[in-house]
């Protein structure tokens, strides 16, 4: 957004960038809500002991590690999907961004919340619900970045970047396990 000026047209394509986001994020979670199926025959209990196992293992790993050593690319998507004008260029960047996959995973939140989908098998649409949640997140920095402007937001990441990833997967890691036990333990 550094080459388009005004608040009014940054929100806007801010808006298409957030409605890829979602919508790639959706799918991610249609997907795995798909795989979960192949989960479902396994004991309740057994499901949830491993869910609380991975969960504990992936959080201390993103709090102990610099950077968070889990299968994702990090290749950074293209500048091409831009060629066709910003408003359609931010769609399929937001929609390639959100589903996780082709982009850089900087936390370990997104891994806790596919072992989620993955054990806690809950219905289909819970699991895409959730995928939008977590594309329409991804979208937050950069409406962060529109409002507070670019020195500012630079200022705020370079002082609290990893610590809000790390408290994050934390964050992610309790409220994910407590709906894990409500669904599957009690």
Known sequence: MASVRGRQRQLSLWGAFAAGTTLGGATTGLALGVLAGLVSP???????????????ALVVLDALT???????????????VFARGMARGGLRFGLEYGCGWRTLVPSAAAYLAALF??????????????GAA?????????????????????????????????TGSVL???????????????
């Open 172 to 186: 992610a890691g309790l409220l994910l396990l407590a709906a894990a036990w409500s669904r599957l333990g009690g």
């Open 134 to 166: 977590f594309g329409l997140s991804r979208s937050w920095a950069v409406l962060l970045w529109i409002g507070l402007g670019s020195p500012g937001w630079q200022t705020f990441l370079a002082g609290h970047s990893r610590v809000l990833e790390r």
């Open 42 to 56: 396994v004991p309740e209990q057994v499901r949830l002991v491993l869910l609380v196992v991975l969960v504990l």
């Open 66 to 80: 610099p950077r968070l050593p889990l299968p994702q690319r990090s290749i950074l998507i293209p500048q091409e």
């Open 117 to 130: 989908v993955l054990l806690v098998v809950p219905p289909w649409w819970v699991a895409v619900l959730l």
